[in-house]
């Protein structure tokens, strides 16, 4: 390696990725109160570098290596094992990319904001720093502080800046996320003593954990302990209730962010330690998760469809877009896990769409009620295309991304779990229902409401947030290859290890599951 | 051990109480301006803080020893006791600058009493002996009695004061009564030495070991009351509410560190033999703690009275490390410092909000606070986040520490119980900020007049706030250094 080269790999571009958001956060705290003009441009420009930043790690990510890129770890207080440990691999790097993406979508989408508007950007930018740091941290107690600030700044978020509900729904957004992580914490803490009875020392450390021989019995409760706190965010049914009032109450951008970003930290979580470090009661859990993941997949589109609400609308659509993911998760095949991940990303683009979209029509009616709306095609033209191609991308129409998340989970799934997956494939059709059901009766037909005869379509601003986003789901609808290429070794070694330690075998096309018999035939 | 350390060994008391005496004398004799009391007490606290830093560098770990006739001990936990205390005194006494000026030629007196509640609680922490514990926990009680109830103006901080008197009295009692029995049971009242208590212990095998439980239990019982561990907890609401509101702070953080100080030498140095009897009650006492105290506070609609009752589920939190013995006493310190100081942050603002006369701070007081007085909204809510123990403030690296050091002593149940104690205690951290931020002030209700921040309690909540942030991200360099501070 030469010497640039070693010191690009030296850079601790992961730590700044992290820290470019909260010194944002700091300096639009430190803008004086009469600029209040500056602060949209500081936020927007440093949400932008932290972009900027992403895109040049995606560049010098190594694909087709299994395993952390980019760590950097620096031993923080070694009686406890802490250190503050970076990393990411194929699954956190689309993770990191999604956030950074949407996050300066979200900021100039911000713009009906109007009080208190350096805490609100501060809070996106602190919230932001927060994530990113969920999806790069190898330390479990650093995880766990990432996991847990990050509450605050949302929480303020749709208190301050929410709907009419705001109180209730941040308290219980706060509250139920509390609950979980709580007892997740309760749950490190046992891990990394257990480790110390095995290693010597304690340790947080994830790759160091992934050595340690848990106990059966201490899997299960792990499991338990890890699996609530990122159930309750993904949200597994029936963990969801908070999410629809959440999301309903939150501003746009808490919306966009909430759904885009927010809820893969928990099926990021499960990946990441549910299946690595408990294997054992992964396995034995898989009906478990499978069937609340189709109850949820179902119960979701079901519950979608009746809403009156269109943002309630696409609320109750991520439970059951959240559903396909752990479906394709628990599935513990190499397509289904793709899939899921893929489904992440494609999850975020989408929804974060359609609550952009649902936050612009909002911004001009102040109705959210779909019986408000009719024949908006004839006079927002634009407005009715992007949503019609953002609803098709998210019902998993061909070529658009949704398609090829949800092909790969159905099909993941298919290999271990037949029946779930054909179960699950009702929640597509539903979601067709839902949607476009939707879209007839807010944009087709003859304009009912006189209010809405004078409403002006999209302006440039708004097209030119939707355009990114658009793009990308044709993108990665069309040619997902460099998403999964970098997807699929971090996959692939997460099955490797279940494989390794427990009695499971991964079903794959063309090799029957049950081996022996296969070869006894002549 | 050499015999020129003897009176350096209460250097730090000697000092306090020479600034107490010059204190009163200066007043009757030139009945000088409020800034020569600020004068006289920094003096005597920064000279009690210096002597305290001399004893951790030169008595910690090493060279440790008893001094008159195994009254008094100089070792790392007494030093940093010192440390902790005597800053505290003073940060406490700038919060309660507007008050004490504001009572006239009375000031003065009240100084000194705060001045001898910090001497009092130095005396808890260094005792080798449970008379020496005694009068130090008497000099520091009777302080904090008077100061509850010295504006004299109000009924209830009248009945504040006296109420804090009684039961505390009471608590005393039991607390003498307990170490009669431990006298009894082992023919000492003397920690440590030949014949001292845990010799005696170490090196026995006690078979009707009755008496001595019996003493035990009532010396937990006695020192719980002082830390307000549920279910000996019922007079802090009524005393933190009726309290002036300038003192509620150092009233709050001084009795949990000068309690605390005195439960973990008695506990883990003294009764470190018997650790299996106590350990169990010490256990039930933390989960106790942590469960009423939240389940109170979240009913609460006053302020004062809700940090009172969460200063309830504090004492559970702090108590839950010390069930690992003496590996928990780091951890028990860290959790202590972090606190006291967060505490009297909280309560420095609830005083600027309410005044400093007043007793009550209802949540009304606190609606629409964000926009009238953002520095104070803010620094209230960083203190409530980090009694919530949200990371990245000092709290949470202390909730870890402690749970940390629960689940290795094999109390994983107890951790489970604090965990979902935490998460239920959210509840009502968040209810305050929600007043103060999210909640516009009632149409025409009475707001107390906008609030008036004094210089000295700006400075209480830049340091409340600069030590919370610090020791939330960097929390290592003082735990690192708290593992020295241990009982002799």
């Known amino acids: ?69 980019f760590e950097e770890q620096v031993i923080w207080y070694e009686p406890w094992g802490v250190s503050y440990h970076l990393g990411v691999d194929g699954i956190s790097l689309l993770m990191v990319l999604l956030t950074a993406f949407l996050f300066p979508i979200a900021l100039l989408a911000s713009t009906s904001i109007t009080t208190r508007v350096r805490g609100y950007f501060a809070s996106m930018l602190f919230l932001e720093a927060g994530i990113l740091g969920v999806f790069v941290a190898l330390d479990l ?66 790759v160091e954990l992934l050595g340690v021989d848990l106990g059966r019995a201490a899997q299960f409760w792990l499991f338990g302990a890890f699996a609530l706190s990122f ?108 899939g899921g991940v893929i489904q992440m990303v494609n999850h975020g683009l989408t929804t974060g769409a359609l609550f952009l979209l649902v936050g612009m029509i909002y911004e001009r009616r102040h109705t959210r009620q779909i019986a408000d709306y009719g024949g908006l095609a004839t006079v927002m033209p634009l407005f009715a295309g992007a949503f019609l191609f953002v609803s098709l991308a998210s019902i998993g129409l061909p070529p658009l991304n949704g398609f090829v998340g949800e092909f790969l989970v159905l099909l993941g799934s298919y290999l271990s779990l037949p029946g779930y997956a054909v179960a699950a494939s009702l929640g597509v059709v539903l979601a067709a229902v839902y949607l476009l059901w939707a879209y007839q009766r807010m944009f087709t037909g003859p304009i009912t409401v006189e209010a809405n005869r004078g409403l002006a379509d999209l302006g440039f601003r708004e097209v030119a947030l939707l355009a990114p986003i658009v793009a990308l789901v044709l993108f990665l609808g069309i040619f997902p290859k460099p998403a999964l290429d970098r997807v699929e070794p971090a996959v692939q070694g997460i099955l490797d290890r279940i494989e390794m330690t427990t009695d499971y075998q991964v079903p794959q096309f063309g090799i029957e599951a049950d081996l022996p018999e296969a070869e006894a035939r002549p | 051990m050499n015999g020129s350390l003897t009176f350096l060994s209460v250097a730090p008391e000697i000092a306090l109480a020479a600034a107490v ?82 009572q006239g030629r009375r000031g003065a007196e009240f100084i000194a009493l705060v001045l001898l509640a910090a001497a009092g609680a130095h005396l808890m922490a260094a005792a080798a002996d449970f008379i020496m514990l005694f ?122 560190v000068a309690g605390f100080a005195a439960l973990a030498r008695v506990l883990t140095a003294v009764l470190g033999a018997r650790a299996d009897d106590w350990v169990p009650a010490v256990a039930v006492l933390a989960a106790a703690s942590v469960v009423v105290g939240t389940l109170l506070a979240i009913v609460q609609d006053d302020v004062k009275r809700l940090l009172a009752y969460s200063s309830v589920a504090h004492a559970g939190f702090i108590l839950t490390a010390l069930v690992a013995g003496r590996g928990g006493v780091g951890d028990m310190w860290f959790y202590l410092a972090t606190y006291a100081v967060q505490v009297l942050g909280a309560f420095t603002v609830a005083a600027a909000v309410s005044g400093d006369r007043a007793g009550r701070s209802p ?126």
């Open chain 1, 141 to 206: 107690l650093v995880f766990f502080a990432f996991w847990e600030v990050m509450l605050v700044p949302m929480y303020f978020i749709i208190g301050i800046w929410g709907g009419e509900r705001r109180i209730y729904a941040a308290l219980k957004f706060f509250l139920f996320t509390a609950l979980g992580s709580a007892l997740m914490l309760a749950g490190i803490l046992a891990l990394a003593l257990t480790a110390g009875d095995q290693l010597g020392r304690p340790t947080f450390d994830f």
């Open chain 2, 135 to 256: 009068i130090g926990l008497e000099v520091f009680s009777l302080s904090l009695y008077v100061l509850a109830g010295f504006t004299r103006e109000r009924v209830d901080a009248d009945e504040a004061s006296l109420k804090y008197f009684l039961l505390g009295a009471f608590a005393s009692a039991v607390f003498l009564y307990g170490v009669a029995l431990v006298f009894a049971a082992t023919g000492s009242t003397t920690f440590y030495g030949d014949g001292g208590i845990a010799d005696y212990l170490a090196g026995t095998v006690i078979f009707r070991p009755g008496v001595l439980l019996a003493g035990l239990a009532l010396l937990l019982v006695g020192l719980a009351f002082k830390v307000s561990a549920a279910p000996f907890h019922v007079w802090a609401p009524d005393v933190y509410q009726g309290a002036p509101g300038g003192v509620t702070g150092f009233l709050a953080a001084a009795a949990k």
């Open chain 2, 363 to 488: 949540l009304a007081h606190w609606a629409g606070l964000g926009r009238r007085a953002p520095w104070l909204a803010a620094a209230m809510t960083l203190m409530l986040l980090a009694m919530a123990g949200i990371p990245l403030t000092a709290g949470f690296a202390g909730k870890v520490a402690v749970f940390r050091a629960a689940i290795d002593a094999g109390y994983l149940w107890l951790v489970i119980v604090a965990v979902l104690a935490t998460v239920a205690g959210l509840f009502f951290y968040l209810r305050v900020i929600v007043a103060m931020y999210l909640a516009s002030p009632e149409e025409g209700a009475s707001l107390p007049a906008s609030p008036a921040v004094g210089w000295g309690a700006r400075f209480v909540l830049a340091v409340a706030a600069a030590a919370t942030l610090v020791f939330g991200i960097a929390p290592w360099p003082l735990l690192e250094v708290l593992r020295d501070a241990l009982p002799l």
């Open chain 1, 1 to 69: 390696m030469d010497a640039p080269l070693r010191a690009a790999m030296d850079f601790p571009i992961l730590s700044v990725i992290v820290l470019l958001p909260a010194v944002g956060g700091l300096m639009v705290l430190a803008l004086p109160r009469r600029r209040g003009e500056l602060v949209l441009p500081v936020a927007l420009a440093l949400s932008l570098i932290t972009l900027g930043a992403a895109c040049w790690l995606l560049a010098s990510f190594e694909t087709g290596v299994a395993g952390f890129q």
């Open chain 2, 21 to 102: 005496v010059l204190l009163l004398l200066v007043e009757v004799t030139f009945k000088p301006r409020a800034w020569a009391w600020a004068v006289v007490a920094g003096a005597g606290l920064a000279a009690g803080t210096a002597l305290s830093a001399w004893q951790w560098v030169a008595h910690r770990g090493a060279d440790t020893g008893t001094f008159w006739n195994g009254m008094i001990a100089v070792d790392g936990f007494a030093a940093l006791a010192g440390l902790l205390v005597f800053p505290l005194a003073g940060l406490g006494l700038m919060s309660a600058w507007r008050l004490a000026a504001s």
């Open chain 1, 231 to 338: 159930g309750i965010k993904v949200p597994v049914f029936p963990l969801h209730t908070w999410l629809p009032d959440a999301h309903v109450e939150a501003p746009t951008a808490g919306s966009v962010i909430l759904a885009g970003v927010l809820l893969k930290m928990g099926a990021y979580g499960l990946i990441r330690f549910n299946l690595t470090l408990f294997p054992e009661a992964t396995v034995d859990l898989v009906p478990l998760l499978a069937v609340l993941a189709v109850i949820g997949i179902i119960y979701g589109a079901v519950v979608a469809t009746v809403q009156k609400d269109i943002k309630r609308l696409v609320a109750y659509s991520s439970v059951s877009h959240l559903g396909f993911v752990v479906l394709g998760i628990f599935a513990l095949t190499s397509q289904g896990l793709q």
